[in-house]
């Protein structure tokens, strides 16, 4: 029976070295300025509610603004993931 021939693997030959990409982040400059807007809107909110006992800001929302008040502070944790 004949012998199969050898077959040679091709030498392994790294590829070609690239040059590192320098990678520009988005400016974030808004974030600081938004969280802190959201923080401070959600408290003056909750504040408002309990000094004007219920009438404003929303009346017809009775206690669910103290929900809303939270919710603008919550958004303001939200968008502080943002920051870098």
């Given at each position: 029976m004949p012998k199969s021939r050898i077959r040679k693997k091709a030498d392994?030959?790294?590829?070609?070295?690239?040059?590192?990409t320098a990678i520009k982040l988005s400016s974030r400059s808004w974030v600081a300025p938004v969280m802190?807007?959201?923080f401070l809107i959600g408290l003056a909110w909750i504040v408002v509610?309990?000094?004007?006992?219920?009438?404003?800001?929303?009346?017809s929302l009775t206690n669910w603004n103290i929900v809303i008040g939270f919710?603008?502070?919550?958004?303001?944790?939200?968008?502080?993931?943002?920051?870098k």
């Open positions: 392994y030959t790294p590829p070609p070295t690239r040059q590192a802190l807007a959201l509610f309990y000094v004007t006992e219920g009438a404003l800001p929303i009346q919710g603008f502070i919550a958004a303001g944790f939200g968008v502080s993931t943002q920051w």
